[in-house]
């Protein structure tokens, strides 16, 4: 009841803004919208909300509370205005996050979606579980439609800045790598808001940890750990991936691969060790699952040539994971808008397999420079003309591979409209090579 009658502010109508709307509807609060684009205003209908068309000090100084999207970076003028009027300010999760009784959180540079999506899968083996947060699907709107189900919710460093009192049952870092320097400056403020997620861990919560990477929380918490190189909890030997002394699965029976996606899966098999899903029940969710769309999806084979798309790859070390997953000779198309990335590290790591790269969009220059004479480079005004020159050089067993190691938003919405155009690229270079 604290939440009824008061004036709140939700800043950011993006579909978290939207649904921590509809849930402080139904807490009874006075709910008042805001967006710095005003056209997203126009376009939400949200029951009996008030929609702020300029905000202002003297505006602010109304609310009792702030839940902010996690577009908004902390610095805005308006929330440091906040700050200064004491009015406390709530990231989404950590507002919606008081209403669950059973969450689990996972943060990192790469393989949260997967990471989630696993582990949602194998707690459903047993409870009631549901995937949210990062993934499009609001921790708001899951509170509202699964009240009862364990939330696995996918966190963010954009979600972390704001949320103080976020608090899973389960937490943990995936991998931290260089991501978002435009917006969080350092690499040092990245990692200590990764570390946020772990701000609020109890003696009877627990944190999973991976032994192979330099992420070592000191918490007075339960542990679980996971290794490629180490005897920890789930381990790998001759070739199976094992619980403490419980065979789960052979590696060459998992229909996901990459050494990535083995710490995703050792890291799921932690959470579910947790909620007491049997080895049986985790073998039989990794027997059948299957990553997202665009993460290293092989789209099709058209005359010899494999065509994959990873569009989800925004970063230099997703970029790296994929082509390491990929074998044989690789044309690699990469591009898209600037996050503040060293791409001196992308090509002094990418191997000699690589025989041609094609870069496009916003950062097509820093690409090109940044690769110094390594590989065979050439500069492509877009994403299909990158396909075109692809196409033209690709010989049998060759892979032309989407993986831009850069966010989307020069030229598309988002990392799924790229897949998406580059999946319709292929359909159409499949088409055109029938009909010669």
């Known amino acids: 009841m604290k939440f009824k009658q008061k004036n709140v502010l939700v800043y950011g109508m993006s579909t978290s803004g939207e649904w921590v709307s509809r849930l402080l509807l139904k807490l009874r609060a006075n709910v008042f919208l805001y967006d710095d684009d005003k056209q997203k205003l126009k376009c939400k209908n949200i029951g009996n909300c008030y929609l702020i068309q300029e905000l202002n000090d003297n505006l602010i100084s109304q609310f009792d509370f702030i839940v902010v999207s996690p577009a908004i970076e902390k610095d805005n003028t ?98 931290i790598e260089p991501d978002h320097l435009i917006r969080h400056k350092t690499m040092d403020e990245y990692i200590k808001l990764k570390y946020n997620i772990f701000n609020n861990i109890k003696p009877q919560d627990y944190i999973v940890v991976n032994l192979d990477d330099n992420i070592h929380p000191t918490l007075n918490s339960l542990t679980l750990t996971y290794s490629l190189k180490y005897l920890a909890d789930v381990y790998i030997r001759n070739g199976y991936i094992y619980l403490h002394q419980n065979k789960i699965i052979a590696i060459n029976e998992l229909k996901i691969k990459g050494k990535h ?24 969710v990794l027997l059948n699952f299957r990553s997202e769309p665009f993460r290293i999806e092989e789209i099709g084979v058209v005359n010899g040539v494999h065509f994959i798309n990873d569009s989800k790859s925004t970063n230099i070390s997703s970029t790296l994971a994929c082509v390491d997953a990929v074998k044989g000779t690789i044309i690699l198309l990469l591009g898209g808008s600037k996050k503040g990335l060293d791409y001196k590290k992308l090509f002094s790591n990418l191997p000699k397999r690589v025989k041609k790269i094609i870069v496009y969009g916003e950062i097509a220059d820093d690409l090109f420079n940044a690769n110094n004479g390594n590989f065979d480079i050439e500069k492509a005004k877009n994403l299909t003309s990158s396909f075109e020159i692809a196409t033209k050089l690709a010989k049998k067993n060759d892979s032309i591979v989407l993986s831009p190691a850069s966010a989307s938003y020069d030229q598309f919405s988002s990392f799924i409209e790229r897949g998406k155009l580059f999946n319709k690229l292929v359909s159409e270079y499949e088409i055109s090579t029938k009909k010669e």
Not at 145 to 154: F, M, S
């Open 78 to 175: 308006f929330l440091l205005t906040a700050k200064k009027k004491n009015i406390k300010i709530y990231s989404e999760i950590e507002f919606a996050g008081q209403f669950c009784k059973k969450l689990v959180a996972v943060t990192g540079t790469n393989g949260k979606t997967t990471t989630v999506e696993l582990i949602s899968a194998i707690l459903n083996k047993k409870h009631k579980a549901i995937a949210c947060g990062n993934i499009g699907y609001p921790l708001s709107r899951a509170v509202i439609e699964k009240k009862k189900y364990i939330k696995v919710v996918e966190v963010s460093s954009f979600m972390l800045e704001n949320a103080k009192t976020f608090s899973p049952h389960v937490a943990t870092i995936l991998n």
């Open 261 to 284: 996606n083995l710490y995703n899966i050792m890291c799921a098999i932690c959470y579910g060790y947790v909620y007491k899903v049997s080895t049986k029940q985790i073998r039989d």
